[in-house]
């Protein structure tokens, strides 16, 4: 059987075809990433930061492992909603997406490591790092569905991650007690309010205004 070539024009139009079917389906399927991860990251962090003030139990910290609750959920929806077809951005996006989640684990083994070899390891690290990745995830995601928002709002995590990082050999911890609002403020901002807009705009193309 002949293999059709494409002129450069269908091309480019089978491109922003499958842009803009990978787009409607981050936009309009049951449930946003975005704000899934955004939200709970918010309020955990506020949850945390509460509880180490109040009790002085920085033991508290340990809670930071429940944002793989929002994963494993999204996860198992993911295959509920999977498509019939999946085009070459969907599997671009899962890609990404699964490098991100592979350095969060990858992240916890190497502490973890550290701890059982050396006796002592920063877990407090996770929160720059972890802000780095997801900063990582979310630009690509804007990049390929061609979403402004979501390559430009990740800056504001990605200067939040460096000061924590600048700030780890200061005095007195390097304000680490305040590392986990920076991070819920910058997942609020890098992902909860792209994730609104998104939403707001699929909201008017499907009522065709």
Same mark, same amino acid.
């Given at each position: 059987?002949?293999?059709?070539?494409?002129?450069?024009?269908?091309?480019?139009?089978?491109?922003?075809?499958?842009?803009?079917?990978?787009?409607?389906?981050?936009?309009?399927?049951?449930?946003?990433?975005?704000?899934?991860?955004?939200?709970? +990251?918010? %309020?955990?962090? /506020? @949850?945390? #930061?509460?509880?180490?003030?109040?009790? &002085?139990?920085?033991?508290?910290? !340990?809670?930071?492992?429940?944002?793989?609750?929002?994963?494993?959920?999204?996860?198992?929806?993911?295959?509920?909603?999977?498509?019939?077809?999946?085009?070459?951005?969907?599997?671009?996006?899962?890609?990404?997406?699964?490098?991100?989640?592979?350095?969060?684990?990858?992240?916890?083994?190497?502490?973890?490591?550290? +701890?059982? %070899?050396?006796? /002592? @390891?920063? #877990?407090?690290?996770?929160?720059?790092? &972890?802000?780095?990745?997801?900063? !990582?995830?979310?630009?690509?995601?804007?990049?390929?569905?061609?979403?402004?928002?979501?390559?430009?709002?990740?800056?504001?995590?990605?200067?939040?991650?460096?000061?924590?990082?600048?700030?780890?050999?200061?005095?007195?911890?390097?304000?680490?007690?305040?590392?986990?609002?920076?991070?819920?403020?910058?997942?609020?901002?890098?992902?909860?309010?792209?994730?609104?807009?998104?939403?707001?705009?699929?909201?008017?193309?499907?009522?065709?205004?």
């Amino acid at each position: 059987m002949e293999e059709k070539k494409l002129t450069g024009a269908e091309s480019l139009e089978l491109i922003s075809r499958m842009i803009e079917t990978t787009k409607k389906r981050m936009e309009v399927g049951s449930g946003n990433k975005f704000l899934l991860y955004g939200y709970s +990251a918010a %309020v955990l962090s /506020v @949850a945390v #930061f509460l509880s180490v003030r109040l009790t &002085g139990d920085s033991r508290w910290n !340990f809670a930071w492992f429940l944002m793989f609750i929002p994963g494993i959920v999204d996860a198992a929806a993911s295959r509920k909603r999977r498509p019939a077809v999946v085009t070459y951005m969907d599997g671009v996006l899962f890609g990404v997406w699964r490098i991100v989640g592979a350095l969060f684990f990858l992240t916890v083994i190497v502490l973890c490591a550290m +701890a059982c %070899v050396y006796g /002592v @390891a920063d #877990f407090s690290l996770m929160l720059p790092l &972890g802000l780095l990745y997801i900063c !990582f995830g979310t630009s690509v995601t804007g990049i390929v569905i061609k979403e402004p928002w979501l390559v430009c709002m990740p800056l504001v995590g990605f200067v939040a991650a460096v000061g924590m990082l600048v700030s780890y050999g200061l005095p007195a911890g390097g304000f680490r007690l305040y590392w986990g609002l920076w991070f819920g403020l910058s997942c609020l901002v890098m992902m909860v309010v792209p994730g609104h807009i998104i939403n707001r705009k699929a909201k008017k193309a499907c009522s065709g205004n």
